[in-house]
């Protein structure tokens, strides 16, 4: 039984996420504050730590966060009122795993976490790694660096195959600009977010990726970065 530990204030809060997890067959612990979170976290061993940002009290949930990385790669989500895209950024480049804007839907919740265990599960074994992904009509040989749209190859450069490659292994996975920069082109180019605009508007046309056919292999987060559709197990 995947094991989920909810870190909120509110105890309405904690009481309605986890009467909804339950349902879902979740075993679920609950913290009221940060020292709470850390000591089951450490106690309990949670499969997902769904963390909100504002806990009223030291440590709120930014420095749980933090603290958590320093010791535990255990996934986690965070929970916030706030929706601007310096938040998110903010968030993601602190060490968590996904972001849900307050009020949320249990169904969506639900899916967030099974996304982040499913890249969990594969990041813990390389080895098994598939080497090709298909989605559609696109396939990534991972092995070869070859890449295809229906039956057709796809001239990427090193750049455009490096960047996709990042983001299609990680299927579902926000990916900021500045994590993106770091990984494909290097740290010194962490503040160049125009790089990651340009390559991805012509990988994209690469792709024959298709708005107005709802056809998007890569999601945009407004401000934030990309993210690779998700993949259904």
Not at 21 to 31: D, E, K
Not at 120 to 139: C, F, M, Y
């Amino acid at each position: 039984m995947v094991k989920v530990l909810i870190v909120d204030d509110e105890p309405q809060i904690r009481k309605l996420v986890k009467t909804g997890l339950s349902g879902y067959g979740y075993q679920v612990f609950t913290a009221a504050n940060g020292q709470e979170a850390l000591a089951l976290t450490a106690q309990k061993t949670p499969d997902v730590v769904i963390l909100d940002i504002s806990l009223g009290s030291h440590p709120d949930g930014i420095e749980v966060c933090r603290d958590l990385r320093e010791w535990s790669n255990v996934p986690i989500i965070m929970l916030s009122v706030r929706a601007d895209e310096r938040t998110k950024v903010s968030l993601l480049n602190i060490g968590a795993d996904d972001y849900l804007t307050k009020p949320f839907g249990m169904e969506e919740l639900h899916a967030r976490i099974r996304a982040v265990l499913r890249r969990t599960t594969s990041d813990s074994h390389p080895s098994h790694q598939q080497a090709e992904i298909r989605i559609g009509d696109l396939v990534i040989d991972l092995m070869n660096r070859r890449v295809m749209v229906a039956d057709e190859d796809v001239h990427l450069t090193p750049k455009e195959y490096d960047l996709l490659r990042l983001l299609a292994t990680h299927p579902g996975k926000v990916m900021t600009h500045r994590a993106l920069l770091s990984e494909v082109w290097g740290p010194e180019y962490s503040e160049m977010t125009n790089y990651v605009r340009v390559f991805m508007n012509q990988l994209r046309k690469k792709l024959h990726e298709d708005p107005e056919r709802n056809l998007r292999y890569i999601l945009t987060e407004p401000g934030v970065g990309y993210r690779f559709i998700d993949l259904e197990p």
